[in-house]
């Protein structure tokens, strides 16, 4: 079930805050964690049935397995059962998410004809295998407490960040799950929520999707783009992603604040960052922090000199990388950034500066050029893009300008409809003038939420944000972290 869906909107999501909140004022609150529960399988088995099984039997097992290594003692070494439990979590995301990568890479160096196994890829099974992982890690670490199953099945699927995340902590949701209060209807909560909720729709069906019809054209449909297509495909795709992630996160945070849950935040203007570690803490922040704390620090972080500190991160990006896709466009996409970080702290153990302006140029660039990458479907559509975007041979000008500027002819440069291969107009540059000014001149979703106030001004805006949502639900838009 999508966010960005009348179902969701007006049958799914009122009637369970409505079943939970007489539950609990009923006193039923083992019953009213139990809907939850129920709500959000109910949830993630819209799309298919078959997925059920597969969250069920990871659920049982990181459960068990959790209270095995919570417990003073075990008839197996704590190492080894945690060791096990990574390796069947890792395993299982392995075989339905690689499976079919590892085969192709297996005919291709060794000239086979193996079958692909065309596996369905489990929804969500990358976020939840990861929050699984880390409450394993956490177990061993005497860092969990003994929860019951019905609390556990609560954490690991809550349906507002069940699908795409925030990847959740288990310390910062149980709490909350048994806060008494939390149980009670919060009218302040359900004005926040509704307010960032509305935000979160407006960015997904309005903007991100605008871009997606550029974005597409320009890496599945065209052939071949000019300079202007190719840069307004790579640039759309960078707004189209950063307001469908950082959209459903919303929407995400908006919909747990109806029942008195506070996720964390996972974005935090990300496009104004003037290096790519600042990056890195303002984007998916929850991810970022996973990657830290159990791959990053435990393969020895920075303790162990620089070299040693460089390869880490290039370890960590790099499985970040192959997380997100099984395709070596996501792998290199992974190496980018983590060469990228090594650079960064290079550069600033020499003490070299760079003047804010052009860190941010820099920054930004990077950013845009390495998403071609993690968009593209395949290398010939990433050098497609990439290639038009730094060629002088295919410039395109306004046909209109032509009259004045006819002696750029002899340069290579032509005249005439400049956006034809992904379907452009000057509607098109106008969009990504307000997308930059967006980013980086306004307070992101989160600031507006830490100073919201039930005023009329903000019930006409969220008012406005909701109708201009729910108008434009005239077609089905999954997000992209779906895929992922």
């Known amino acids: 079930m999508l966010f960005n869906s009348y179902a969701f909107i007006f049958i799914f999501l009122p009637i369970t805050f409505m079943l939970y909140f007489y539950l609990n004022h009923k006193r039923l609150t083992e019953a009213g964690k139990g809907l939850l529960v129920f709500s959000s399988l109910f949830f993630y088995s819209w799309w298919n049935i078959a997925y059920l099984p597969i969250i069920l039997t990871s659920m049982l097992f990181n459960y068990l397995l959790g209270n095995t290594l919570a417990k003073a003692s075990s008839r197996f070494s ?28 297996y005919n291709f160096l060794f000239n086979s004809n193996a079958e692909l196994l065309h ?11 990861f929050q699984q992982i880390s409450y394993l890690v956490d177990s061993y670490r005497k860092e969990t407490k003994e929860y019951d199953f019905l609390n556990y099945a609560l954490f690991v ?7 795409a995340g925030p990847i959740v902590h288990h310390k910062e949701m149980m709490p909350q799950f048994a806060k008494v209060k939390n149980k009670v209807i919060n009218y302040h909560n359900i004005a926040m929520g509704i307010f960032i909720f509305s935000m979160g729709l407006f960015k997904k069906v309005i903007i991100a ?53 506070k996720l964390p935040t996972n974005f935090n203007s ?24 159990y791959i990053y620090i435990p393969l020895g ?47 600033n ?65 032509d005249f005439g ?29 989160s600031e507006q939420l830490s100073r919201f106030k039930l005023n009329y001004t903000t019930a006409i805006f969220t008012a406005i944000m909701l109708l201009a949502g729910i108008i434009s639900l005239n077609k089905v838009s999954e997000f992209l972290y779906f895929n992922f």
Request: aromatic share 22%; net charge positive; no cysteine.
């Open 417 to 445: 409809y400049f956006g034809v291969n992904i379907g452009a107009k000057l509607d098109s540059i106008i969009w990504l003038i307000a997308a930059f000014i967006t980013v980086l001149l306004f307070r992101n979703s």
């Open 301 to 347: 972080g920075n303790r162990k000199g620089s070299v040693r500190t460089y390869a880490n991160l290039m370890a960590t990006f790099i499985i970040g990388g192959i997380w997100h896709g099984a395709g070596w466009t996501f792998v290199f996409w992974g190496f980018l950034h983590g060469f990228a970080l090594v650079v960064h702290r290079a550069w």
């Open 209 to 261: 999707d605008t871009f997606a019809t550029w974005a597409t054209a320009g890496f599945d449909v065209a052939t071949t783009l000019n300079l202007f297509e190719a840069w307004a495909t790579s640039l759309s795709y960078t707004f189209q992603l950063y307001f469908d992630f950082s959209g459903y996160t919303d929407m995400a945070i908006g919909a747990a604040l109806l029942f008195n849950i």
């Open 119 to 129: 596996l369905a890829l489990p929804l969500a099974i990358s976020f939840f295998t």
């Open 78 to 105: 704590k190492k080894s059962v945690l060791f096990f439990g990574i390796v069947v979590n890792i395993s299982l995301l392995g075989y339905f998410k690689y499976a079919d990568f590892l085969i192709k890479n």
């Open 270 to 293: 990300p496009y104004k960052a003037k290096d790519i570690q600042d990056f890195w803490r303002r984007w998916h922040i929850t991810l970022s922090r996973f990657l830290r704390d």
């Open 349 to 413: 153990n020499l003490g070299f500066k760079l003047w804010g302006w052009l860190a941010w140029f820099i920054t930004f660039n990077f950013l845009n050029i390495t998403w071609v990458f993690f968009r593209a479907k395949n290398w010939d559509d990433a050098t497609k893009v990439l290639d038009s975007m730094f060629s002088l041979n295919n410039v395109i000008l306004p046909k209109a300008l032509e009259s004045k500027l006819e002696f750029l002819k002899a340069y290579s440069v």
């Open 157 to 163: 699927t809550f349906f507002p960040q069940l699908i």
